[in-house]
Structure formats: C-alpha cells, structure tokens
C-alpha cells in the first residue's frame, strides 16, 4: 500500500476500534492488541470490514490509539469512554 492509503485507513480503522471498544480491556495502560487483532480477524473473516488492511495499517492504528491514551490518560479512558 502507498503511504498516504496507509496513513488513511489506519485513521478510520483506529477510529472504528475506538468506537466499538476493540481496545478494551487496557493492558499496561495501553491498547488491547491481541483484541483489536481479534476483532479485525473475525471482521476480515466475516465480511464486516468494508476496506482493506494489512499488518501496517494495524500497528499504525495501535500506535494512534496508544498515543490518544497517553495523551489524554490511560485511567481516563478505563472510566469513560473517549469521544470519537
């Protein structure tokens, strides 16, 4: 994929995690990796994921996810949803 799709799709897709809680339960204070790798497995497997990804696009969303967390608190966002 071109890094610009790359960097697309990994917005949408750490915004559909976010949404659906596919990071929860936080381990470390961080995104649930094994999870959010979980969801989209069974969303790809399912035909629920409407766009494709690959194992860039993924980190890159957990690396967004991991970085809204530590911005805005780890024990925030275990209390209360972020807003997306």
Known sequence: MKQRVVTETAGILAVDILRNDFHRPLVGGKANQENIEDQITIGILSGGLEYEVDQEVVDLAI??????????????????????
Do not use: M, Q
Not at 65 to 73: A, Q, R, V
């Open 63 to 84: 690396i967004v996810i991991n970085d809204l967390l530590e911005t805005h608190g780890a024990k925030n966002a275990d209390s209360t949803r972020l807003a997306t």
